[in-house]
């Protein structure tokens, strides 16, 4: 996952990966990882689940578990993936299964939970970048934007990558209203070929607030965000970031 502050899901549709299920078989690929990678761009997450609840019907294993709970985290079925995760990690609380249960309570809600498992996972291993990343979400997903930012920073100083670090920097500045600096953190990495999809309904979001109408729409033309680019800016020229909810 790309630990990104979400915040533009009120008229900028988010782009997800889709494409035909296709029927399949074990003995269609020879090696699993092939398997897996090949179903996943089919979009054939049902007979991923599948095959990972059989082997773990047959031998119930940290390493699957954490897999199938990783797969209902990718479709959002995030209840189904607390359900498989929750009782590994009060087994075994390692950094992998922390992580991911930490974003699983996140997308829940269930913020408080989220930030004790995201602290227990830092007290594993306070140098993880991605493990600040994601506090400094879960802070933001609760309104501590001071928080937010101080962890933000943390996972900067210990080098993750700065398309997601200014995804979200630019994210809480447009969270307080603040639209030119969200611009100065989006600008650079979108200039470096920074593209994913919260920087590119972000970074439109910005600059329909500072009124520069004409490079939004390209923005939204060049990666196909709506079907009636003059519509949608029309529609965020009214909202407010506290329309947004959470993707």
Not at 133 to 145: P, Q, R, T, V
Request: overall charge negative; glycine content about 4%.
């Amino acid at each position: 996952m790309s630990l990104n502050l979400k915040i533009a899901s009120f008229a900028l549709a988010a782009l997800f990966l889709s494409g035909c299920a296709v029927q399949t078989s074990s003995s269609m690929f020879s090696d699993p990882i092939q398997k897996e990678n090949i179903l996943k761009l089919a979009g054939n997450y049902e007979q991923l689940i599948t095959d990972y609840k059989k082997r773990l019907a047959n031998d119930d294993n940290p390493k699957d578990r954490l897999k199938l709970a990783q797969l209902y985290y990718e479709i959002k079925d995030y209840n189904s993936a607390k359900y498989f995760l929750e009782p590994l990690v009060k087994k075994i609380a390692n950094q992998d299964n922390l992580l991911l249960y930490s974003k699983i309570l996140e997308e829940l809600g269930e913020y408080q939970e989220a930030l004790d498992s995201i602290n227990e996972a830092l007290s594993l291993n306070p140098q993880n970048p991605e493990a600040w990343n994601l506090k400094g979400i879960i802070f933001a997903s609760n309104g501590y934007i001071k928080e937010a930012q101080k962890s933000f920073l943390i996972a900067k100083d210990l080098f993750y990558d700065d398309c997601v670090i200014n995804t979200n920097l630019g994210a809480l500045e447009i969270l307080q209203n603040n639209y030119r600096g969200a611009i100065s953190y989006f600008e650079p990495i979108y200039a470096r070929g920074c593209e994913n999809t919260f920087l590119l309904h972000n970074y439109t979001f910005a600059l329909i607030k500072l009124n520069e109408y004409t490079a939004a729409e390209n923005l939204i033309e060049k990666y196909n965000l709506a079907k009636y680019p003059k519509k949608l800016i029309a529609d965020l020229i009214k909202a407010k970031p506290n329309d947004f909810k959470d993707e």
